[in-house]
């Protein structure tokens, strides 16, 4: 079995910045790619930002020069740095991770439960 779980989330000024951490435990024998998606409400859950195993991250376009993702491997651990917040960030962001848990098992994508953040204007 295999947990992440996600913190850092709040409420925030537009322009504010945030740190979110994600922190994967349990039956871990490796993490490919470890990433971030959001989910505004009565919208579509969608990509935010991803780094590969490797630490080669890539950004959705209405992120990019804003998020900044990084990961500690050490700690089995993601982070999402948001700054210059806009009010349309507003939207419960969840993380995820490709976790093998045994050597000959298959790469599961595993999700937290969602940390909120909002943006006031």
């Known amino acids: 079995q295999v947990q992440l779980v996600e913190s850092g989330g709040g409420l925030v000024q537009a322009g504010g910045s945030l740190t979110l951490s994600c922190a994967a435990s349990?039956?871990?024998?490796?993490?490919?790619?470890m990433g971030w998606y959001r989910q505004a409400p009565e919208k579509q859950r969608e990509p935010v930002a991803a780094?590969?195993?490797?630490?080669?991250?890539n950004y959705a376009d209405s992120v990019k020069g804003r998020f900044n993702i990084s990961r500690d491997n050490a700690k089995n651990m993601v982070y999402l740095h948001v700054n210059s917040l806009k009010p349309e960030d507003t939207a419960v962001y969840y993380c995820?991770?490709?976790?093998?848990?045994?050597?000959?098992?298959?790469?599961?994508?595993?999700w937290g439960q969602g940390t909120q953040v909002t943006v006031s204007s």
């Open positions: 995820n991770a490709q976790v093998q848990t045994s050597s000959d098992s298959p790469t599961f994508r595993y």
């Open positions: 349990g039956s871990i024998f490796s993490i490919n790619a």
């Open positions: 780094v590969t195993g490797g630490g080669i991250p």
